[in-house]
């Protein structure tokens, strides 16, 4: 789930979640309708009935977006995907989904199913509002199939992430047989769409449509982002699918043992090798790691009778990868735990120092060389 989110429930292991800037957007459309929309037809005096009425319709949308997100997760978990979490927010929803489509239909079929499922919710809305006759019902059902049919539009536009850009996707890539072009101009066409939808926010903005302006504004932005790190992730996953630990990581030639005194370690090992943090082993098993942070705990005066033992972090254990282990999954440790150098691990024998920037060139080395 999104972080900043509250978890709701459980449905066939899917963990279902709001994030707080739902709240925001369950608390601005009730007043929109309950204000304005509502009354004109509900009469000025209804006040209560229009906020009420209100209400159940902004809960019912939010209902409607969930079993949109809930068809996704169902059809990825019967074409042997797997289905992690929903988390409703403002701009709609995101299903957590995991494990690659190894296939274009698989993908396909994933995406169409939301705007598919939207449209037959407005349908089903719509046939309610015309079949009972109750001005209240009436009310709350066209808006539910105006709004479903709303969703459904919006889906499909053909701009990487949304359904429409995920279908488009799929077409492209069962073209090409080329998933990595596929989602880059899938997601270029998602740029180009969020650039528009700016744009005409900025037009409605100077018409003095301040707030149907901004909410497309933010909505662009919100799509531009999504787009560009979709493909950034998908460019990253691809040209580094095969490429493991060991390929990446600089072999580490500098280590110092724990009982070398702190002076020793600034004039012969950090100094001579220029720098920051040197990995501490003993008969090559990795025991921590020492760094300028470390050191500065100790005062100048003191630095020859304290040891690297004493001061050097990871005594509690260290976060390690294999040198088998994919550089995808080393990212994604990096990212996680928020460190700058993951130590290389070949057994229990210390290779080396993986940062960031060695994956990123790499990654950067390959992209140059295409391969
Ligand atoms: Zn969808």
């Given at each position: 789930m999104l972080g900043n989110s509250v978890r709701l429930f459980t449905v066939r292991g899917i963990e279902v979640g709001v994030h707080y800037s739902w709240l925001i957007i369950f608390g601005l459309f009730t007043w929109i309708l309950a204000t304005s929309a509502f009354p004109e037809v509900l009469g000025r005096h209804a006040e209560v009935e229009s906020w009420v009425l209100a209400a159940i319709t902004v809960v019912l949308m939010f209902v409607s977006v969930l079993i949109h997100e809930l068809a996704h997760s169902f059809v990825a978990l019967a074409r042997g995907l797997k289905a992690n979490s929903i988390t409703l927010f403002a701009f709609g929803g995101v299903s957590s989904l995991s494990g690659d489509a190894k296939e274009a239909s698989t993908e396909f079929l994933v995406a169409i199913v939301g705007p598919l499922t939207s449209f037959a919710l407005a349908g089903i809305a719509y046939g309610v509002a015309s079949i009972v006759n109750e001005t209240r019902i009436d009310l709350v059902f066209s808006y539910l199939a105006y709004i479903n049919f709303a969703l459904g539009v919006f889906n499909l536009v053909?701009?990487?992430?949304l359904d429409g850009g995920r279908v488009l996707r799929s077409i492209l890539w069962g073209i090409t047989n080329n998933v990595r072009k596929a989602t880059e101009w899938a997601g270029n066409v998602g740029k180009v769409v969020a650039w528009g939808m700016f744009a005409f926010g900025l037009f409605q903005i100077f018409n003095g449509q301040y707030v149907n302006g901004i909410w497309l504004a933010a909505i662009a932005w919100f799509l531009h982002n999504a787009a560009s790190n979709s493909v950034q992730q998908i460019v990253l996953e691809t040209r580094l699918r095969?490429?493991?630990?060991r390929d990446v990581v600089t072999r580490d030639e500098v280590t110092v043992a724990p009982g070398t005194s702190v002076a020793e370690l600034i004039d012969h090992f950090m100094l001579p090798s220029n720098r920051g943090s040197i990995a501490v082993t003993d008969n090559g098993r990795l025991v921590g790691i020492v760094s300028i942070r470390d050191i500065l705990k100790v005062p100048p005066a003191e630095r020859s009778q304290v040891m690297v033992a004493q001061v050097?972090?990871?005594?509690?254990g260290l976060l390690t990868i294999a040198a088998d282990a994919r550089v995808q999954d080393a990212v994604e440790l990096l990212a996680e735990h928020d460190l700058e150098q993951l130590p290389v691990m070949d057994g229990l024998h210390y290779v080396g120092m993986l940062t960031r920037a060695d994956v990123m060139r790499q990654l950067q080395l390959r992209e140059a060389l295409d391969v």
């Open positions: 053909p701009g990487y992430p095969r490429v493991r630990a050097m972090s990871g005594q509690e």
